[in-house]
C-alpha cells in the first residue's frame, strides 16, 4: 500500500551536487553585503550608525542564540534535526538571556560592568556550543560515509515513521514530511528566493538607526515607545534595579523585551545614547521570526520552508514593527517558534515530550513579551496540541508538559506582580485579584476599562465587522498573498494540522475582535496561523507541481508588498512638497536638544542649569529627557493632582512641591486636551489647579509652540524658592 501511494505521487530527484552548491557562509555573507548596500545608498550615516552600534546588539543575540542549544539538549531534542537545534535553541536563548537580565535587575546588580560580564559568560557558552555542533557534524559526516550511501539514509527514515525535516547531507534530497514527495532541498532557484527579503531587511535596518518618534503615525509616532517601552528601561537603569513604578502602570506589564533593551542601554552606559543598539535588538528579532517561520514550513516540506520563510520576511508587518522599539518582534519570534515545536508534537513519538516543553517555554516567553500573548497565542496553542498532537495518553502527558513549561517561563513577571502589587497580572483581572491599597483603585479600573473598549478608543461610528476587516484582511500590511495561500491550505487536504490551524486563527480573530479595542497591530499575531496554512496550500500536489508559477507568484507579492512598505516609509522619511530626505539617520541629538517640532520641550527642561526637578504635567514621554523628571501617565494618579485634592490652601500646595524638592513644573497643553478629549485627566488636574499655582507665585519661564504664530503647546514654569 505504501508503495502504490508514493508510486502515484510526483518525485523529484534532481538535485545540485554539494561540490557544486555554494557554501551557506558565502550565501550569507552575500546576504549581508547587499543589504547593508541598499542601507548606504539610502543613507551613508545610517550604515556607519547600523555597523557600529546596532550590529553590536545583532552580536549579543547571536551568542545567545548559540547558547540556547544547550536548552534543546536538556529538553531531550539532541538528536532532532539541525534546523530544529539551530532555530529553538536560538530562541530559547535569547529568551533565557531577557529573564537572566531580570533577574540580575531584579536584585540591583545592574550595571554596564555586570553587563559585559553577563554577555562574555553568555559568549563563552556560545562558543562552547559551536564546537560542540562542529564535533558532532564531523562525526555525523563520517557516519554517513560509512553507512552504505544515501539510499539507505532515505529509505531508513521512510521506514521509522517520523517526519524529515531537513536534507540528506549527501544528495540534498529530503522525504516531505507526509512522505508525498522526495525533493531537491537545494534547488537554486528557490534558495534564490531568499534574495527578496534583502530590500525589507535593509528598510528595517534604517528605521532602526532612525530616532524614535519619527515613525510611524498610525502608532503617534511612538508614542508608545517614548513613554514605557524605553522609558522604563532607562528608570531602571537610573535606579540600577528593577522596582515598581506606581507612576507608570505599564511598567508592571511582562517585559521581556524591555529586558534586553536595558541590556544594550547598560552596555552603552547611557539609555538614550544607546537607542540605536537597542532597536538593532528588534532587528534580530525579526530575523528569528523569520527563522522561525522557516521551520514551520519545514513541517511539510523544504520547499514550503523556504516559501514560509520568504512570506515572513517579505510581509510589511514585521518590517513596520522591527524598525523601532515596539514588543511584537520578539513575541512573534516566540510564538512562530513554539508553533514549529507543536506542530511536530504529532508527528513523533520518541521526541513528543521534548517538542510540547520546548513549545511551552517558548510560548510562556511570548506571553514574557505582551499580556495580549496569553489568550492569542498560548491559549490557541493549546488547540495544536489537541487537534495535532499525540495520540491517546501521549496527548495528555504533551498537554501537562507544554503548560508547566508555559507557566515556568512567564512565572517570572507573574511572581514579581504579585510580591509588588498582590495580583499576578496587574493591572489586568482587577475584579478578580484586586491590587493593594493606594496602587488601583475602582476610578482608575473604570477609565482602564473606557480607554480599552473599541468603540471608546476611536470614537469611530464605523460598525465592528468593518473595522475588524480594516484590520485583518484589509489591511495591506500582511500581504494579500499569504492571505491567498493561507485559503488555499485551509480548503485543501483536511488533515489534523490544518484542522488545528483553522481553529487556532478563529480562537485568536475571535478573542481579538471581542476582548481588544481592536488595534490593528494586536491582530499581528494571525501571522502564526497564516504562514502555518499557507505553507499548507504550497504544499498541495496541484500547486506543488508547479514550481516556477510559485516562485512568479512568491516574486510579485513581494513586489507588491515592498511597493506598500516602502512607500508608507518614503512619506515619513521625506518632508515638504518637494519630499526632501530628512537627515534624522543616528540624529539623536534632535530630540534631546529640541530640534525636532514637537519636541522643543525636551530642549527646553533639558537646557535647565543647576539641581532642576521638573514635574511633567500632561507629558508621559519621559525618555528623551536628561534632566530628573517625575510623571504619570494618565491611567495613573498624578501627584500633584493628589495633592491639590487633599491640600485646600494655595500657599500650602506650593510648599508641597517645596518640600519634595520640585524646582520646575512642565504643562504640556496639547496632551492635557487630547487626553481630557479620549481618556479623561487624572482627577484634580482640572482648570482649576493652574490659577491655584499662579496665585502662590508660580512663575512661568518659557513656553513653546509649533511654529510662529502658533498658541504655545507646552510652557514651564518655576516653583519659588521659600522665602
Given at each position: 500500500?505504501?508503495?502504490t501511494?508514493?508510486?502515484?505521487?510526483?518525485?523529484?530527484?534532481?538535485?545540485?551536487?554539494?561540490?557544486?552548491?555554494?557554501?551557506?557562509?558565502?550565501i550569507?555573507?552575500g546576504?549581508?553585503i547587499?543589504t547593508?548596500?541598499?542601507?548606504?545608498?539610502e543613507?551613508?550615516?545610517?550604515?556607519?550608525?547600523?555597523?557600529?552600534?546596532?550590529a553590536?546588539?545583532?552580536?549579543?543575540?547571536?551568542?545567545?542564540?548559540?547558547a540556547?542549544?544547550?536548552?534543546?539538549s536538556?529538553?531531550?531534542?539532541?538528536?532532532?534535526?539541525?534546523?530544529?537545534?539551530?532555530?529553538l535553541?536560538?530562541?530559547?536563548?535569547?529568551?533565557?538571556?531577557?529573564?537572566l537580565?531580570?533577574?540580575?535587575?531584579?536584585?540591583?546588580?545592574?550595571?554596564?560592568g555586570?553587563?559585559?560580564?553577563?554577555?562574555?559568560l553568555?559568549?563563552?557558552?556560545?562558543?562552547?556550543?559551536l564546537?560542540?555542533e562542529?564535533?558532532?557534524?564531523?562525526?555525523?559526516?563520517w557516519a554517513?560515509?560509512c553507512s552504505?550511501?544515501?539510499?539507505?539514509q532515505v529509505?531508513?527514515?521512510?521506514s521509522?515513521g517520523?517526519?524529515?525535516?531537513?536534507?540528506?547531507?549527501?544528495?540534498?534530497?529530503c522525504?516531505?514530511?507526509?512522505?508525498?514527495?522526495?525533493?531537491?532541498v537545494?534547488s537554486?532557484?528557490w534558495r534564490?528566493?531568499?534574495?527578496?527579503?534583502?530590500?525589507f531587511?535593509?528598510m528595517?535596518?534604517?528605521?532602526?538607526?532612525?530616532?524614535?518618534?519619527?515613525?510611524?503615525?498610525?502608532?503617534?509616532?511612538?508614542?508608545?515607545v517614548?513613554?514605557?517601552?524605553?522609558?522604563?528601561?532607562?528608570?531602571?537603569?537610573?535606579q540600577?534595579?528593577?522596582?515598581?513604578m506606581p507612576?507608570n502602570v505599564?511598567?508592571?506589564?511582562?517585559?521581556?523585551?524591555?529586558?534586553?533593551?536595558?541590556?544594550?542601554?547598560a552596555?552603552?552606559?547611557?539609555?538614550?545614547?544607546?537607542?540605536?543598539?537597542?532597536q538593532?535588538v528588534?532587528v534580530?528579532?525579526?530575523?528569528?521570526?523569520?527563522?522561525?517561520?522557516?521551520?514551520?514550513?519545514?513541517t511539510?516540506?523544504?520547499?514550503?520552508?523556504?516559501?514560509?520563510?520568504?512570506?515572513?520576511?517579505?510581509?510589511?508587518?514585521?518590517t513596520?514593527?522591527?524598525?523601532?522599539?515596539?514588543?511584537?518582534?520578539?513575541?512573534?519570534?516566540?510564538?512562530?517558534?513554539a508553533?514549529a515545536a507543536?506542530?511536530r508534537?504529532?508527528?513523533?513519538?520518541r521526541?513528543a515530550?521534548?517538542?510540547?516543553?520546548?513549545?511551552?517555554?517558548?510560548?510562556?516567553l511570548a506571553?514574557?513579551?505582551?499580556?495580549?500573548?496569553v489568550?492569542?497565542?498560548?491559549?490557541?496553542?493549546v488547540l495544536?496540541?489537541?487537534?495535532?498532537g499525540?495520540?491517546?495518553?501521549?496527548r495528555l502527558?504533551?498537554l501537562?508538559?507544554y503548560?508547566?513549561?508555559?507557566?515556568?517561563a512567564?512565572?517570572?513577571?507573574?511572581?514579581r506582580?504579585?510580591?509588588?502589587?498582590?495580583?499576578?497580572?496587574?493591572?489586568?483581572?482587577?475584579s478578580v485579584f484586586?491590587?493593594?491599597?493606594?496602587?488601583?483603585?475602582?476610578?482608575?479600573?473604570s477609565?482602564?476599562?473606557?480607554?480599552?473598549?473599541?468603540?471608546?478608543?476611536?470614537r469611530?461610528?464605523?460598525?465592528w465587522i468593518?473595522?475588524?476587516?480594516?484590520?485583518?484582511?484589509?489591511?495591506?500590511r500582511?500581504?494579500p498573498l499569504?492571505?491567498?495561500l493561507?485559503?488555499?491550505g485551509?480548503v485543501?487536504?483536511?488533515d489534523?494540522r490544518?484542522w488545528?490551524l483553522i481553529?487556532?486563527?478563529?480562537?485568536?480573530l475571535?478573542?481579538?475582535?471581542?476582548?481588544?479595542?481592536?488595534?490593528?497591530r494586536?491582530?499581528?499575531?494571525?501571522?502564526l496561523?497564516?504562514?502555518?496554512?499557507?505553507?499548507?496550500?504550497?504544499?498541495?500536489?496541484w500547486?506543488?507541481?508547479?514550481g516556477?508559477?510559485?516562485?512568479?507568484?512568491l516574486v510579485?507579492?513581494?513586489?507588491a508588498n515592498?511597493?506598500?512598505i516602502?512607500?508608507?516609509?518614503?512619506?515619513?522619511?521625506?518632508?515638504g512638497?518637494?519630499?526632501?530626505?530628512?537627515?534624522?539617520y543616528?540624529?539623536v541629538?534632535w530630540?534631546?536638544?529640541?530640534?525636532?517640532?514637537?519636541m522643543?520641550?525636551?530642549?527646553?527642561?533639558?537646557a535647565?542649569?543647576?539641581r532642576?526637578?521638573?514635574?511633567?504635567?500632561?507629558e508621559?514621554?519621559?525618555?528623551?529627557?536628561?534632566?530628573?523628571?517625575e510623571?504619570?501617565?494618565?491611567?495613573?494618579?498624578?501627584?500633584?493632582g493628589?495633592?491639590?485634592?487633599?491640600?485646600?490652601d494655595?500657599?500650602?500646595?506650593?510648599?508641597?512641591?517645596?518640600?519634595?524638592?520640585?524646582?520646575?513644573l512642565l504643562?504640556h497643553?496639547?496632551?492635557l486636551?487630547?487626553l481630557?478629549r479620549?481618556?479623561?485627566l487624572?482627577?484634580?488636574l482640572?482648570?482649576?489647579?493652574?490659577?491655584r499655582?499662579e496665585?502662590?507665585?508660580?512663575?512661568a519661564?518659557?513656553?513653546?509652540?509649533?511654529?510662529?504664530?502658533q498658541?504655545?503647546?507646552?510652557?514651564?514654569?518655576?516653583?519659588?524658592?521659600?522665602?
Amino acid at each position: 500500500m505504501s508503495a502504490t501511494r508514493h508510486a502515484s505521487k510526483p518525485v523529484t530527484t534532481q538535485s545540485t551536487s554539494p561540490a557544486s552548491r555554494p557554501s551557506a557562509g558565502w550565501i550569507v555573507l552575500g546576504f549581508v553585503i547587499f543589504t547593508l548596500g541598499l542601507v548606504g545608498l539610502e543613507s551613508v550615516v545610517a550604515l556607519a550608525v547600523f555597523v557600529l552600534e546596532s550590529a553590536c546588539a545583532l552580536a549579543v543575540l547571536a551568542a545567545a542564540a548559540l547558547a540556547g542549544g544547550w536548552l534543546v539538549s536538556l529538553l531531550g531534542l539532541s538528536q532532532a534535526s539541525r534546523a530544529e537545534r539551530v532555530v529553538l535553541g536560538a530562541c530559547l536563548g535569547v529568551g533565557t538571556l531577557s529573564l537572566l537580565v531580570f533577574g540580575l535587575a531584579a536584585v540591583g546588580a545592574m550595571s554596564r560592568g555586570s553587563a559585559f560580564v553577563l554577555v562574555g559568560l553568555v559568549a563563552a557558552a556560545a562558543c562552547a556550543r559551536l564546537l560542540h555542533e562542529r564535533s558532532r557534524s564531523a562525526k555525523s559526516e563520517w557516519a554517513s560515509s560509512c553507512s552504505g550511501g544515501d539510499q539507505q539514509q532515505v529509505a531508513s527514515v521512510r521506514s521509522s515513521g517520523d517526519s524529515v525535516r531537513s536534507s540528506v547531507a549527501a544528495t540534498g534530497t529530503c522525504v516531505a514530511a507526509d512522505g508525498d514527495f522526495v525533493e531537491p532541498v537545494h534547488s537554486s532557484t528557490w534558495r534564490g528566493l531568499w534574495l527578496l527579503a534583502i530590500p525589507f531587511l535593509a528598510m528595517t535596518c534604517l528605521a532602526a538607526t532612525l530616532p524614535p518618534g519619527i515613525i510611524w503615525q498610525e502608532e503617534g509616532f511612538g508614542y508608545d515607545v517614548l513613554e514605557y517601552h524605553l522609558a522604563v528601561p532607562k528608570a531602571y537603569l537610573e535606579q540600577g534595579r528593577v522596582s515598581f513604578m506606581p507612576n507608570n502602570v505599564y511598567a508592571s506589564f511582562p517585559l521581556n523585551a524591555e529586558m534586553l533593551w536595558l541590556l544594550m542601554m547598560a552596555l552603552g552606559g547611557d539609555a538614550v545614547d544607546a537607542v540605536f543598539m537597542v532597536q538593532g535588538v528588534n532587528v534580530g528579532l525579526a530575523l528569528l521570526t523569520v527563522a522561525a517561520a522557516w521551520l514551520v514550513g519545514l513541517t511539510w516540506s523544504p520547499r514550503a520552508g523556504v516559501a514560509a520563510g520568504v512570506l515572513a520576511a517579505t510581509c510589511p508587518w514585521l518590517t513596520y514593527l522591527a524598525g523601532i522599539a515596539f514588543v511584537e518582534p520578539g513575541m512573534l519570534a516566540m510564538g512562530m517558534a513554539a508553533l514549529a515545536a507543536l506542530l511536530r508534537t504529532g508527528q513523533t513519538n520518541r521526541r513528543a515530550v521534548g517538542y510540547a516543553g520546548a513549545g511551552g517555554l517558548l510560548a510562556g516567553l511570548a506571553c514574557g513579551f505582551k499580556y495580549t500573548a496569553v489568550p492569542l497565542i498560548a491559549a490557541p496553542l493549546v488547540l495544536v496540541l489537541l487537534l495535532a498532537g499525540p495520540a491517546s495518553w501521549a496527548r495528555l502527558r504533551a498537554l501537562a508538559i507544554y503548560g508547566a513549561a508555559c507557566l515556568l517561563a512567564f512565572a517570572p513577571w507573574l511572581v514579581r506582580n504579585l510580591v509588588d502589587t498582590g495580583n499576578p497580572v496587574f493591572p489586568l483581572a482587577y475584579s478578580v485579584f484586586g491590587a493593594r491599597p493606594g496602587l488601583w483603585d475602582d476610578a482608575l479600573q473604570s477609565r482602564w476599562e473606557r480607554a480599552h473598549a473599541s468603540a471608546e478608543a476611536e470614537r469611530t461610528e464605523r460598525p465592528w465587522i468593518g473595522r475588524v476587516f480594516d484590520r485583518t484582511l484589509g489591511d495591506l500590511r500582511t500581504g494579500p498573498l499569504l492571505w491567498a495561500l493561507a485559503v488555499v491550505g485551509a480548503v485543501g487536504r483536511r488533515d489534523r494540522r490544518t484542522w488545528a490551524l483553522i481553529a487556532m486563527a478563529a480562537c485568536q480573530l475571535a478573542v481579538w475582535g471581542a476582548a481588544t479595542h481592536l488595534f490593528a497591530r494586536f491582530a499581528v499575531v494571525l501571522l502564526l496561523p497564516l504562514v502555518a496554512l499557507a505553507a499548507g496550500g504550497i504544499h498541495r500536489p496541484w500547486l506543488a507541481s508547479r514550481g516556477s508559477l510559485l516562485c512568479g507568484l512568491l516574486v510579485l507579492a513581494a513586489a507588491a508588498n515592498l511597493y506598500h512598505i516602502g512607500t508608507l516609509y518614503y512619506h515619513h522619511t521625506r518632508v515638504g512638497p518637494a519630499k526632501t530626505p530628512i537627515t534624522a539617520y543616528g540624529q539623536v541629538g534632535w530630540f534631546v536638544e529640541g530640534q525636532w517640532p514637537g519636541m522643543q520641550h525636551v530642549g527646553l527642561v533639558n537646557a535647565l542649569q543647576g539641581r532642576a526637578n521638573v514635574l511633567l504635567v500632561g507629558e508621559a514621554r519621559s525618555y528623551y529627557f536628561r534632566r530628573p523628571c517625575e510623571y504619570a501617565v494618565v491611567f495613573n494618579h498624578h501627584p500633584l493632582g493628589e495633592a491639590a485634592r487633599q491640600i485646600a490652601d494655595d500657599h500650602q500646595l506650593m510648599d508641597w512641591l517645596r518640600d519634595r524638592g520640585t524646582t520646575h513644573l512642565l504643562f504640556h497643553w496639547d496632551e492635557l486636551t487630547r487626553l481630557g478629549r479620549t481618556y479623561g485627566l487624572p482627577r484634580g488636574l482640572d482648570d482649576r489647579l493652574l490659577p491655584r499655582l499662579e496665585a502662590a507665585g508660580l512663575n512661568a519661564v518659557a513656553s513653546v509652540s509649533s511654529g510662529d504664530g502658533q498658541p504655545p503647546y507646552a510652557t514651564l514654569f518655576e516653583v519659588p524658592a521659600d522665602e
